[in-house]
């Protein structure tokens, strides 16, 4: 999230080089429903953002559960700014004008900090996933579900809280970046097939579906 656009240019250029995919968002608006609509490994934000600041945004992704790293690139150096930048949830602050080499291995550092553990048990409620046996259950009860049912639940749960697009599910559970109206089809036959196996026992409902938007696990819908 950065406004400055020829600061923004040379960043996107300079992590495409690095062979990182970026996005970029000219304003913490932007920023935002960027972050909470898609999958991101990392936030690069700027504070002194037009509308609503840095640290606005910044408190805002936290507030709604989000744990992606956030490094906050910035001009403002005083021990004040640093404090109340990480205080809002910033895992790291490096300050403008800086050297690429030294923003890449923050970066690195950020990403190895903050990567999570693919066969760590996944909870929810008294839903239970563990990635290594292949098994779920909830309230004890074992689930039986196909292979990708277990992807989509085991992604769900990676993302419990936020919404889960058809696109994120098209890109990291079918993996086709193209999305087509069959391949939109196929996923919700296929979540409806989940949630009958994970809610319909049950009087407390855990997968919701956003009408227009994805899917989303936990929180209201």
Same mark, same amino acid.
């Given at each position: 999230? !950065?406004?400055?656009?020829?600061? &923004?240019? &040379?960043?996107?250029? *300079?992590?495409?080089? !690095?062979?990182?995919?970026?996005?970029?968002?000219?304003?913490?608006?932007?920023?935002?429903?960027?972050?909470? *609509?898609?999958?991101?490994?990392?936030?690069?934000?700027?504070?002194?953002? @037009?509308?609503?600041?840095?640290?606005?945004?910044?408190?805002?992704?936290?507030?709604?559960?989000?744990?992606? $790293?956030?490094?906050?690139?910035?001009?403002?150096?005083?021990?004040?700014?640093?404090?109340?930048?990480?205080?809002?949830?910033?895992?790291? /602050?490096?300050? =403008?004008?800086?050297?690429?080499?030294?923003?890449? &291995?923050?970066?690195? +550092?950020?990403?190895?900090?903050?990567?999570?553990? $693919?066969?760590? =048990?996944?909870? %929810?409620?008294?839903?239970?996933?563990? $990635?290594?046996?292949? &098994?779920?259950?909830?309230?004890?009860?074992?689930?039986?579900?196909?292979?990708?049912?277990?992807?989509?639940? !085991? /992604?769900?749960?990676? %993302?419990?809280?936020?919404?889960?697009?058809? !696109?994120?599910?098209?890109?990291?559970?079918?993996?086709?970046? +193209?999305?087509?109206? $069959?391949?939109?089809?196929?996923?919700?036959?296929?979540?409806?097939?989940?949630?009958?196996?994970?809610?319909? @026992?049950?009087?407390? =409902?855990?997968? %919701?579906?956003?009408?227009?938007? *994805?899917?989303?696990?936990? *929180?209201?819908?």
């Amino acid at each position: 999230m !950065e406004d400055e656009a020829k600061v &923004a240019r &040379a960043l996107a250029d *300079g992590l495409a080089a !690095e062979r990182f995919e970026t996005r970029v968002a000219a304003t913490g608006e932007e920023g935002f429903f960027l972050v909470t *609509g898609e999958a991101f490994d990392l936030v690069l934000l700027d504070l002194m953002l @037009p509308n609503r600041g840095g640290l606005e945004i910044l408190a805002a992704l936290r507030a709604r559960g989000l744990r992606t $790293p956030v490094l906050v690139l910035t001009a403002k150096d005083t021990v004040e700014d640093r404090v109340a930048g990480l205080d809002a949830g910033a895992d790291d /602050y490096l300050v =403008k004008p800086f050297a690429f080499p030294e923003l890449l &291995a923050r970066i690195r +550092a950020l990403l190895r900090r903050g990567r999570l553990d $693919p066969a760590a =048990k996944l909870r %929810h409620d008294d839903l239970a996933l563990d $990635p290594l046996r292949r &098994a779920a259950s909830r309230g004890g009860a074992p689930l039986e579900l196909t292979a990708k049912e277990f992807e989509i639940l !085991e /992604y769900l749960l990676r %993302h419990q809280g936020r919404v889960v697009s058809r !696109e994120m599910l098209a890109r990291d559970v079918w993996k086709v970046t +193209a999305r087509a109206t $069959p391949l939109d089809n196929v996923i919700d036959v296929t979540i409806a097939r989940l949630r009958r196996k994970v809610d319909d @026992p049950f009087p407390r =409902k855990l997968v %919701h579906t956003i009408r227009g938007v *994805g899917f989303l696990l936990g *929180g209201e819908p």
